[in-house]
């Protein structure tokens, strides 16, 4: 009787306790709930800080590198941006005669030219591309120069990009005027694919096709877009503006999953 008495005891001693403590020291136990409350708070803000400011370290020290290494690549760039666009306005001036062509002749008066042996008609004109009957075009060896190759590192993708497909567009043309020549045959850079490919790349497909539909002088008015684009591109890349946003977007991201984390850790 007396092991039965002492375990009801146990069991509802636990709360009568709490009811009498709540009854008679009220303001005692809340303060101990408030403080321990405000304990718990200061902890989590402690830590919010400490991680706000491990954040605010990443970034600062972040643009202190990109900021540094900008600084001493920015020569390089220039150099690179100039170089290519040097070796484009040599070889637009080289190829320009070819240019010319498609701006002087539509495609039925270049068929008609081709389509005789010494050209009938239309044979001065043909003398002014005949620097293109060879296999190879042109200045191969200066402007597909393997140390061209090098500008590559400095000046980022899409400037390079539009580079080489300007550079190929030229080389692809003059090669497409010697088959003319040997086939007496006009090969229509309108309906060659690799150039029509090559153009989308860069450019609006609405711009290629619309240039491809024209009767003559498409050729330029596409290459002369190419040129736009990479002058646009160029100023972007040397500024350092281009290189400054995407950096700033990866610490953007990186940020965002910090600041997540926090969050995470407050609720």
Excluded at 139 to 165: K, M, N, Q, V
Aim: charged share 25%; aromatic share 8%; glycine share 4%.
């Amino acid at each position: 009787m007396s092991q039965s008495l002492l375990a009801l005891a146990a069991l509802i001693w636990p709360p009568v306790a709490v009811w009498l403590i709540l009854r008679l020291f009220p303001s005692s136990v809340s303060k101990f709930v408030e403080k321990e409350i405000e304990r718990r708070s200061d902890a989590k803000l402690e830590r919010l800080k400490a991680d706000l400011q491990a954040s605010y370290s990443t970034l600062r020290t972040s643009v202190d590198v990109l900021l540094a290494s900008n600084s001493g690549m920015h020569p390089h760039i220039i150099d690179a941006a100039t170089q290519l666009w040097k070796n484009m306005t040599q070889m637009r001036d080289a190829y320009g005669a070819l240019v010319s062509f498609d701006t002087i002749l539509t495609t039925k008066e270049a068929e008609e030219a081709f389509s005789s042996k010494d050209g009938g008609r239309w044979a001065r004109i043909l003398d002014m591309v005949r620097g293109h009957e060879g296999d190879l075009p042109p200045g191969s060896d200066e402007y597909f120069s393997p140390t061209i190759e090098a500008h590559r590192l400095f000046c980022g993708d899409r400037l390079w990009l539009i580079f080489y497909i300007h550079r190929a567009i030229l080389a692809r043309s003059s090669l497409l005027i010697a088959l003319s020549f040997k086939k007496h045959l006009f090969q229509d850079w309108r309906a060659d694919e690799p150039i029509s490919q090559l153009f989308k790349t860069v450019l609006r497909v609405e711009d290629v096709t619309k240039a491809r539909e024209s009767e003559f002088n498409g050729l330029s008015s596409l290459l002369g877009k190419l040129e736009a684009e990479f002058l646009h591109e160029a100023t972007k890349v040397m500024s350092g503006s281009k290189t400054m946003t995407e950096r700033l977007g990866d610490m953007q991201s990186l940020l965002h999953l910090q600041n997540a984390k926090i969050a995470a850790q407050t609720r």
